[in-house]
C-alpha cells in the first residue's frame, strides 16, 4: 500500500539552482527515507530521518520532517547535471505490523539541464 | 563494496514458464525484500523475509512465491509466468532494526522481465 506521496511528480531545474520535493504521509512513522534512482537502475539509499529529529543534512541535501503536518521536503543545492534521477520517499512505521518494511512514495522525476 | 547482487539485467520468458530471479547480498543483513516497479505505481512489495527460512506475505504476492535457504540468499518465483508479470523486479536487503539503528535499504540493479 502507497503510504508517502511526493509532490510534484516532475521538475526540471537549471543546473546550479536548487531543487525541492516534498513528501506527504498518512501514518504514524518511525522513520522517513529518501532514495535516488537513475533510469533504470536500482534505488540508492540517501538519507534517513528519524521521527524524533525535525532536521538533518547530508552534503548538498537537507531534509525537514514535520510531523504534526506528515510532511517531509528534500532540498538538493546547487544541483548538477548528475542529480537528473528519480527521487523516493518511503516512510518505515516502526514496532508492529509492516515494521519490517518500508513504504515507498510514487517519486519525483528531476531533470537538472546544463 | 558491499552489494546486493540480481543474477539478470534482462530477462525474456514465455507465458507459463516457472522463472527464478536470484538476489545475494553480502552484508550479512537479516532482512530481504522483493518489490516490483511499475510506470505510475511506483514499488510495490511482494514478500520479504526477515531471517533464514522466514517469509511474509507483502501487498501483491499472488502469483509469487519466494525462498531463503541461506542468509545471504533470497529468490522469487514466478510459478507459472503471464503477461501482467512483466515488469522490472528489485530486491533489497538491510539490516535488522534495533533500539539504536535505523537503517536504509540497499538495493540491488534490478532485473527487467519481458514475458511474452
Known amino acids: 500500500s502507497q503510504q508517502g506521496e511526493e509532490d510534484p511528480q516532475a521538475l526540471s531545474i537549471q543546473e546550479g539552482e536548487n531543487a525541492t520535493m516534498n513528501c506527504s504521509y498518512k501514518t504514524s512513522i518511525n522513520n522517513l527515507q529518501w532514495y535516488r534512482q537513475n533510469s533504470g537502475r536500482g534505488l540508492v539509499h540517501l538519507i534517513l530521518?528519524?521521527?524524533?529529529?525535525r532536521e538533518k543534512h547530508s552534503g548538498r541535501l537537507r531534509v525537514t520532517l514535520d510531523t504534526s503536518k506528515k510532511s517531509s521536503s528534500l532540498l538538493i543545492t546547487a544541483s548538477r547535471a548528475a542529480d537528473t534521477a528519480s527521487y523516493f520517499c518511503?516512510?518505515?512505521?516502526?514496532?508492529?505490523?509492516?515494521?519490517?518494511?518500508?513504504?515507498f512514495g510514487k517519486g519525483t522525476k528531476l531533470s537538472v539541464i546544463p | 563494496d558491499v552489494k546486493v547482487t540480481q543474477s539478470s539485467r534482462y530477462l525474456v520468458k514465455r507465458t507459463g514458464e516457472k522463472v527464478f530471479l536470484e538476489c545475494v547480498q553480502d552484508m550479512d543483513h537479516e532482512n530481504m525484500f522483493w518489490y516490483r516497479q511499475d510506470p505510475g505505481l511506483g514499488l510495490r512489495l511482494i514478500y520479504f523475509?526477515?531471517?533464514?527460512?522466514?517469509?511474509e506475505k507483502g501487498d501483491i504476492p499472488e502469483g509469487y512465491s519466494v525462498s531463503r535457504e541461506k542468509k545471504e540468499r533470497f529468490s522469487l518465483i514466478l510459478e507459472s509466468a503471464s503477461t501482467n508479470q512483466t515488469s522490472m523486479y528489485l530486491c533489497a536487503s538491510r539490516k535488522r532494526q534495533g533500539r539504536v539503528g535505523d537503517y536504509g535499504y540497499t538495493f540491488g540493479s534490478g532485473t527487467r522481465l519481458t514475458v511474452v
Open positions: 530521518i528519524r521521527s524524533n529529529e
Open positions: 523475509s526477515y531471517d533464514v527460512k522466514m517469509k
Open positions: 518511503a516512510t518505515d512505521a516502526g514496532a508492529g505490523a509492516g515494521s519490517y518494511q518500508l513504504t
